[in-house]
C-alpha cells in the first residue's frame, strides 16, 4: 500500500477557499495512487466556537482547580469536531473517507498533560481502514495515556502527529501543508527576495525552526528523520510541491554554504559581571533562571561574567531574581537574534568575515554571536533587525542573483 | 464511601439560574456527607454552537457518506466540553471537582452507534477518583467499544449513563434533576390541578414514560430498578426531594390504584378486514410493517381482521404498503392514546367501569382499548385528548382531593 500523510491547518477546513484547495491535493495524490491519510487542526480562526483558544476560553483554566488532564480532554473535541467536518466535505465530494480521533488511530503517549510526548504508535486499526477507505482523516495534536486519559501533543501538535504518523506506516511521503510556498530562505514579510528553498536537510529546517523561522515545529522534523521519511513543506494554495526536506544529498544542497536566514525579536540580553572574591556567579544565576522555570539562550560564559539572553516578556521578573541575589545586571532590552543557517557552514573559511563586514557595511552593532558547525547566530537590536536579515539574505546571494551592492 | 448520582441537562450547565440551582443541589449533598458522581448532558439549547444538533448539523449526516461511528465521535464533544465546563464552574465556587469523558468513567458498550447498549461497567478509576474529590462530572449519554471507538447511547443517553453509574457504584440514590417538580399525575399543560407523586413504582414509571410522560428513559429505570438503587426525579429549580421511585412498598403505593394519566397524540389507526376465504391476513400485514421497519401498537387481533396504531409521520407510508398487498385499510388519523396507569388496577374491579363512565359522561367516544395489568389504555381521537385525560384525572381522584362533580 502506498501512503502519503497530509496535513492541513485549521483554515483548510474550515473556508472555501482552503477547501477547495485542499481537496485538490488529496484528489492528486489519489490519482497517483496513494491511500491519504489526513491529519487536520481544530477548525477556524480565533474566536470562533470550535478553534482551540476558544476552546480554552470557556473555563478560563488559570484561575481555577481544573487540572491540565481535563484541559487536554476539553481541547481534543476541537480536532475531533475538524477531522469529521473534513471527512463528511471529502465524502460530499466523491472521495471514500472516514475519520477517527487520535487515540483510535494508534497515539500512545505518556501523561505529560498539555506536552505529552508519543511514546508508541499502534496504527494496526489505521491500516484496516486505508484497506477499506481511500482516505483516512485523523484528529491531530491528541492521544492517549495508557490508563485512557487524552492527551495533547503541544505547540506544533498536529505537525508531530503526522510525521509520526509517516513514521509509523512508512509513507511514501509526509506533506505539511501551510499558507507559505514553502521553507524560505528568509522571512518574506521582512525580506522582498526571499524565495522557497527546493531542498533541505533535517538539520538546517530544525535550526531554522528553533530560530525564529514558523514552518514547522522541530518535532516534527526529527521524527520524520529518525524515520527517513520525506518531509515535504507546501503550500495549500498552489501545485507546487514546495520544499523537500531531505538527509544531505542533493547538488543544491552541497553546494550551497548558507540556507536561509532566520530571526527572533523581543529578546533581552542580560550581562552580570563577577565581583571581585566570589566565584560561584555562573552557577548562582543560572540555577536561579532555572528555578524560575526562565529560559535562558545565547549564553556567553567567560571568566569576568556571563551574558546570555531572555525572552522579552520575563525581563522584568529575571532581573528581579538576579538583583535579590546581589547582583546589579546589565540589561539590554529589544534586541533580535538572526540566525544564518546551512548545512555547509562547517569548515567554510571567511563566513563569519562576510557575515561581519556585511553588517559593519550597514552600521550594524553585534552585541554578541555564537556558532555551532550549521548554524552562526548574532544579536542585534530589533531596529536593526530587518536591516540585517536583508544585509545577509543579499551577502549569501540566497535570493538566487547575484549579491546586491550595499551602499 | 457513601454515593450519590446527580444527572443535570444542558440548561444547568448553561445558563446562570441553572448552575445556581445545581451548585446548591450538589452542595447540599456534600453537606449530607456523600460523594456526588454528576453526569451532564450536552450544554446549551437548540442552536448554541456545543449543543448536540448544532454538532449535528455541521455534517448534515443523512446526505453524506459519514458513518454513525463518526457521528458519535463528534456527538461525543458535546458532553465532554459541558462536564468540563460544569467542573470548572464547581471548582470556581469552592467544590473539589473534576470531570472525565464517559470511556474513562467506565461505559463499555456493543459497536451499534448512535444507540449503543452498556455491555460493562469498569467503574474502578472514577472509584479512585471519588477519594481524591468530592464530586467528579462524568460525560453523559456515551461509551466506548471494545476496539476503542467512542459510542452514544440513544435518546435518554444521560439518564441511562446516571442509572448505570449508581448501578455500578451502588449508589445511595440516583438523582434526575427534571424541569418539572417530579413525576405528576398528569401533563401539568393539559390538566391544571395535576400534583407531583411523591413515590411511584419502577413498573408504574415505565408504563408512564413508555406511554408518553416525558420524565425520564426507561431503559435509566430498567437499570437502576435491576439494581435496586432508588431514583428520583426531582427539580433542579427546587429543593424538593420529588418522586421517589421505588419497588412496591410504601402505603402510598398500596393504598391507590390509578397513578396518573400519561398520553401521546398524533397518532393514526389503522383497520384491516379479512376478506373472504383468505385467511393469511394477520402475518401479511404485521410481516410488511416490520419489513418497512414501522412499529405498530395497540394491535387487536380479531377473527373479522386487525386494527392497530402507528405514529402519524408514517401514515402515508402503512397504507401504501396495505395497498401494495391488495387491502384497503380503513384509516382514522388524529387519535391519541390515554393510559391510565396505576400497580393497583390488577384484580380491583369497577376501574374499568370507571374509565368508560368518565368518557362517556363527556360524549368521548373510545375508539379502541387495551389493558394489562398496571395500565389501561384508550384511544380516543386528539381533539378529545385534552378533555379526556383531564376527565380520567378527575375520575381517579388524583389531584388529591375528591373527584369534581362532572355535568
Redesign the interface.
Known sequence: MKIIVQKFGGTSVRDDRGRKHSLMHIKHALEEGYKVVVVVSAMGRSGE??ATDT?LN????K?????T???D??L??GE??SS??F??ML??NGV??????G??AGFCTNDDFTNAKIVDMKCD?LRSMLEEHDVVVVAGFQGQTE????TTLGRGGSDTSASALGASLQADYIDIFTDVEGVMTADPRIVEDARPLDVVTYNEICNMAYSGAKVIHPRAVEIAMHAKVPLRVRSTYSTSTGTLVTVKGSNEIQERIVTGIAHVSHVTQIKVMEKEGAYDLQATVFKAMAAANISVDFINISPTGVAYTVNGDVTERAVAILREKGYEPIVTEHCAKVSIVGAGIAGVPGVTSKIVTALSEQGIGILQSADSHTTIWVLVRDEDMIQAVNALHGAFELSGEMAKDFE
Do not use: F
Open positions: 466556537p470550535y476552546l470557556l473555563i478560563e483554566a484561575d481555577t482547580g481544573v487540572s488532564r481535563e484541559q480532554l476539553l481534543s473535541c475531533i469536531i469529521i467536518v471527512s463528511n465524502n460530499k471514500k473517507a472516514t475519520a477517527i480521533n487515540a483510535a486499526r490508563e485512557g486519559d487524552i
